[in-house]
């Protein structure tokens, strides 16, 4: 299987790019950095469409049957405050982010789009969020490209099923990770405000890890001639969650010491749950 990992130097394009190598396929990771991981990197900038253009002629040039893309790239930005910010400042951040998460995502799409047509077959995956579906606090743009990045996945899809290729999305939940451990907890361990906002709404009352948003998109690769237009949620149920567990979100809300405990009485098949 060949696959192209777009974002391969961000932690999940890269980890996802390992873990494929490692089950057998023959990955190309592509981005504006080199991952350095022992495998053929393309350069590419997904705000530039002169940029995407010379990354599908060097693609081309490889005269590979590509199966999958994976597209990891992406970016965030700091809690906007309407109301409380100059609009232009605001404005900066809100180009920055579609120009990335959602305009990229199209250039990336139509190119893509044209090999798999010309092969008559290939799966486009984007990599997709809550913030899809759900607002997240002050995040606007962020929000505003994933909804939009969902609504493309749809059209896409829609439009090239007839030609036997596949447009998916692959949304995690919230991963812990150095970059975003100081958003989540503070130096002493102890959950930050918007850190247990997002435990109190996800009923397993754990964040998402690498290894397991890998899982899911290591099991989009496996041909599923039926799976596409859909978003996969890989989030412990953060965007189904109404009001469930209460014990489990006060826990959160305590200290991580008793969301811990909480969690391991219920992992000890010996728990009396009754």
Not at 16 to 33: E, H, L, N, W, Y
Not at 121 to 146: N, Q, T
Not at 192 to 199: H, P, V
């Amino acid at each position: 299987m060949n696959i192209v990992v777009l974002g391969a130097s961000g932690v999940l394009g890269r980890a996802f790019a390992q873990a494929a190598t490692a089950v057998g396929a023959a990955c190309i990771v592509a981005g504006r950095k080199d991952p350095e991981i022992c495998l053929p990197h393309l350069p590419v900038d997904v705000t530039d469409p002169s940029s995407v253009s010379n990354f599908f002629t060097a693609l081309g040039r490889r005269n590979l049957r590509i199966d999958v893309a994976f597209n990891f790239t992406g970016t965030h930005h700091a809690v906007m405050k309407l109301g409380q910010e100059d609009i232009p400042e605001l404005l900066n951040d809100w180009s920055r982010v579609i120009n990335t998460n959602l305009t990229g995502a199209f250039l990336l799409t139509a190119g893509f789009a044209r090999l798999f047509v010309k092969q008559r077959h290939g799966h486009l995956v984007h990599l997709c969020s809550d913030a899809s579906r759900v607002s997240l606090e002050g995040s606007h743009a962020y929000v505003a490209s994933k909804h939009g990045l969902e609504g493309l996945v749809k059209s896409a899809a829609a439009q090239l099923a007839r030609f036997g290729v596949r447009v998916n999305g692959l949304a995690p939940g919230t991963v812990e990770t150095p970059l975003n451990r100081h958003l989540l907890r503070d130096d002493a361990g102890k959950l930050s405000r918007r850190a247990a906002s997002i435990l109190a709404h996800t009923p397993t009352k754990r964040f998402a890890t690498v290894e397991g948003v890998v899982e899911s998109a290591i099991a989009l690769c496996i041909p599923q001639r039926h799976l596409t237009g859909n978003v996969i949620f890989c989030d412990d149920g953060y965007v189904i969650e109404g009001h469930s567990w209460p014990d489990g979100t006060w826990a959160a809300y305590q200290s991580p010491e008793t969301l811990t405990d909480l969690l391991h009485f219920y992992d000890d098949p010996e728990s009396n749950l009754e």
